[in-house]
């Protein structure tokens, strides 16, 4: 049974950083693409960064490129999110996902995941 366990949100002031963890269970984490996802109140849920299974190679959307790094642990079977220079506007539930399709590449369309977790609320706000 697949499972994604996200942690490490949280409130945190304009500039600061955190770094988010999503525990995967249930499969091979650097068998499939995975990702960052988040949905901030009203809004539709907007892709972040997403990492592929080849080779690891990283995408991440124009919002976040040169403050957001996605990475992951193969031993730990983690995925993490590191957020530097956070802003208001990152406010938002933020979402770890998988694909259950083996391919190169990775995307950060939300419709190519498979699997998703529960979500962490990060707040950005002085």
């Known amino acids: 049974q697949v499972q994604l366990v996200e942690s490490g949100g949280g409130l945190v002031q304009p500039g600061g950083s955190l770094r988010l963890s999503c525990a995967a269970s249930g499969f091979t984490l650097d068998r499939y693409a995975t990702g960052w996802f988040r949905q901030a109140p009203g809004k539709e849920r907007e892709g972040v960064s997403c990492?592929?299974?080849?080779?690891?190679?990283?995408y991440s959307a124009d919002s976040v490129k040169g403050r957001f790094t996605i990475s992951r642990d193969n031993a730990k079977s983690t995925l993490y999110l590191q957020m530097n220079s956070l802003k208001p506007e990152d406010t938002a539930v933020y979402y770890c996902?998988?694909?259950?399709?083996?391919?190169?590449?990775?995307?950060?369309?939300?419709?190519?995941?498979?699997?998703w977790g529960q979500g962490t609320q990060v707040t950005v706000s002085s």
């Open positions: 990492i592929t299974s080849s080779d690891g190679s990283t």
């Open positions: 996902a998988a694909e259950s399709k083996i391919n190169s590449g990775c995307t950060i369309a939300a419709g190519d995941y498979d699997y």
